[in-house]
């Protein structure tokens, strides 16, 4: 199964980096940009035939490793 | 009096820390691979900098994985003293056994330059030597060291006197100029509750003889020389 888990700082949590791509897109004349939030998708392959049980240990996995989750958020998309 | 330094594939710093434990201060020093479990007789253990597994994920988020960091939780939980510099504060966030985490500079940049930073705290094995309110100058390197945790875990560590050292100007006060990465509350440096575990992201192993044309860092290693073994 593919499953896509998106990781990203969480609300409110300064973003560095979103903060200048955003400034950079107003700076091209994309002037309605008003925030960026820039984080990572990770395209999993993963063997199983229950889609519950492979999207709560790709919930496992985000929290275990993939996500800091002091400062990033995440969510989880079985394909 | 044993050190014994942890290498990552990616480390890059354990040898001057060896050079300054080894050569400066006379003590037996050993390395340990990170595949290791055994500690060698280890009476401080230092994570050193670098990119360990390259950074890859965020950084110190795979090194935590390695079999030697269960050892190094079993010596710290036993009290024993731990220090993390820069790549090595990373991998204690990322272990687990320090709180917070590390976000990318606020300047987006690799920043390595030498900053002050006001000693908040000598009760630890690593800053027993210093006096409290002294300001050190130390060289940084890196480019996630914007330190953050939530309030509530920042004003435990304020509370408790966990904020070991802070960026500050030369004179000492805390000022926003100071502060080279954005760390929350100008966090250079803290320690567990139980104070015996250290992370801090400058670095005392390239400071540690006037040769280098600055000492400042080698307290830090000197203090834990001193530190009668608490375990």
């Known amino acids: 199964m593919k499953v896509e888990v998106r990781v990203y700082p969480r609300e409110g949590i300064l973003d560095p980096q979103g903060k200048a791509i955003a400034a950079a897109l107003v700076r091209l004349g994309h002037v309605s940009v008003e925030g960026v939030r820039a984080g990572k998708v990770f395209f999993l392959d993963v063997t199983g035939e229950d889609k519950s049980k492979v999207e709560a240990e790709a919930r496992r996995m985000a929290e275990e490793l993939l996500a800091n989750t002091v400062i990033e958020g995440y969510d989880v998309r079985v394909l | ?231």
């Not at chain 2, 908040?120 to 330190?147: A, C, K, W």
Request: contains cysteine.
């Open chain 2, 1 to 231: 009096m044993k050190f014994s330094i942890v290498v990552f594939p990616g480390s890059n710093c354990e040898r001057d820390c060896e050079h300054v434990a080894r050569e400066l201060l006379g003590c037996e020093t050993e390395y340990v691979w990170h595949a290791e479990t055994d500690l060698k007789g280890a009476d401080v253990v230092i994570i050193p900098g670098g990119f360990a597994y390259g950074d890859y994920l965020r950084a110190g988020a795979l090194a935590r994985f390695s079999p030697v960091m269960e050892s190094v939780g079993r010596f710290a939980k036993a009290g024993g003293p731990v220090l993390g510099i820069c790549n090595g504060f990373q991998v204690l966030l990322e272990a687990g056994l320090l709180p917070g985490a590390m976000r990318v500079n606020r300047g987006l940049r690799y920043v390595c330059r030498d900053v002050h930073m006001r000693v908040e705290s000598r009760d630890t094995p690593f800053t027993r030597l210093f006096d409290e309110g002294s300001v050190v100058r130390m060289p940084i390197g890196h480019m996630e060291g914007n330190y953050t945790a939530p309030q509530s875990t920042l004003d435990e560590l304020e509370r408790e006197g966990r904020v070991i050292f802070r960026y500050s100007d030369e004179s000492g006060a805390i000022t926003d100029s100071g502060n080279p990465n954005g760390a929350d509350r100008g966090i250079a440096g803290i320690c567990n509750r139980e104070r015996n575990v250290v992370g801090l992201m400058p670095h005392p192993d390239r400071c540690s003889e006037a040769l280098l044309g600055n000492d400042a860092g080698l307290k830090m290693f000197q203090s834990a020389v001193q530190t009668p073994a608490s375990r």
